[in-house]
């Protein structure tokens, strides 16, 4: 049985006389469990999420348990000397996935996030969007038993942002343990989410750990059809409709056939 991640008296500092950031914090991140890390700037949170995602070690206190980590930091590093693709293979051969299941996964993610056209760029080629979207890839491609996303919405558009939702709840629905930091606070709502606050080092339950209620959001179903005649439809929120028939219809050799409303996601 998948033991959870499990922080135990953790405290860091950086260099021998610097102020501590964090200070014999204790955490736990059951299986199928959804936490969210909040605090103001430079208060520890990223510190907190590389100590969960195995990045380094306290300088004090344990870190254990918690499976195979994804991790998606604060700052990607984009400028690597590999393409896209290569560099998701290779992170997914890392990972221990086969070369093939490697390749699969790595063109199955970058279609559904649409960003198969740039799989042959250079990452220092890659724009903002584009490379937040690969770290965002690379973090998901082993189907990780502990999800860590350090501010991963940002520089996403809509539809990704939507995409990255529904990753998060596959992977809680598959029993994984998802921590993060967002400053959006409907992110990620009408789930049952640990709230967590980071103040003066330490690490206290935040009053707003709850299902936090989030209004249904109408969706538009969008019908492609490729230049081999194969159809595929994706659904996306309303307000990213628009977005997402701009790429569309960018797409080259891609059709669209039709644009259909739907009611409300449940």
Known sequence: ???????????????????????????????????????????????????????????????????????????????????????????????????????????????????????????????????????VIQALLAEPDLLVLDEAWTGLDAVSCAVLEQAVDERLAAGAAVVFVEHDRIRMAGRPVAGYRIEDAALLPSAESSVVAAEPEPQVEIETEDAGGARRSRIVPAEASDAALRELLASPGLHVRSVRPLGPAR
């Open 1 to 135: 049985m998948l033991q959870p991640r499990r922080l135990a008296g953790v405290s860091q500092r950086y260099g021998w006389r610097g102020r501590w950031v964090l200070d014999r914090v204790d955490l736990e991140l059951p299986p199928g469990g959804l936490v969210r890390i909040e605090g103001g700037n430079g208060s520890g949170k990223s510190t907190l999420l590389r100590l969960v995602a195995g990045i380094g070690s306290p300088a004090r206190g344990r870190v254990s348990g918690g499976g195979r980590r994804g991790y998606v930091p604060e700052r990607f590093p984009a400028v690597l000397p590999l393409d896209a693709f290569g560099y998701l293979c290779h992170l997914g051969a890392a990972h221990g996935l086969s070369p093939a299941l490697a390749r699969r996964r790595a063109g199955d993610w970058l279609d559904r996030l649409d960003a198969a056209a740039w799989a042959g760029a250079p990452m220092r080629a890659l724009s903002k969007g584009t490379s937040q979207k690969i770290a």
